[in-house]
């Protein structure tokens, strides 16, 4: 049971970047899936959830109007388009299963995370 986040870089702020979360080693249509961030010396925070079949989607405020969370079950990936990136989007980002299938942004309640990708946006 795997999953790959991918699609971090750097970028200059007001640029975009799409990251990708790839699940291999279970059914992701069983799962809801989440991307959360965290920056250094900070706690995760959550970002962004999307249910099984990707007909619900949820936001921090932080975020919302500016990233969009979408799902390929066909490819077992997850996507957060990320836009308008600020400084402040600067964290390592983090892709997370659940099988609850209701937005929570408490990180104890997924079952798989990812590796992280390093997003850094330049001022």
């Known amino acids: 049971v795997q999953l790959q986040a991918c699609g971090g870089g750097l970028v200059q702020s007001g640029g975009s970047l799409r990251l990708s979360c790839v699940a291999s080693?279970?059914?992701?249509?069983?799962?809801?899936v989440a991307w959360f961030r965290q920056a250094p010396g900070q706690e995760r925070d959550f970002v962004a959830h999307?249910?099984?079949?990707?007909?619900?989607?949820y936001y921090a405020d932080s975020v919302k109007g500016r990233f969009t969370i979408s799902r390929d079950n066909a490819k077992k990936t997850v996507y957060l388009q990320m836009s308008s990136l600020k400084p402040e989007d600067t964290a390592v980002y983090y892709c997370?299963?659940?099988?609850?299938?209701?937005?929570?942004?408490?990180?104890?309640?997924?079952?798989?995370w990812g590796q992280g990708t390093l997003v850094t946006v330049s001022s």
């Open positions: 997370a299963a659940s099988k609850i299938n209701v937005a929570t942004t408490t990180p104890r309640r997924y079952d798989y």
């Open positions: 999307i249910s099984w079949g990707g007909s619900s989607t």
């Open positions: 080693g279970f059914t992701l249509d069983d799962y809801a």
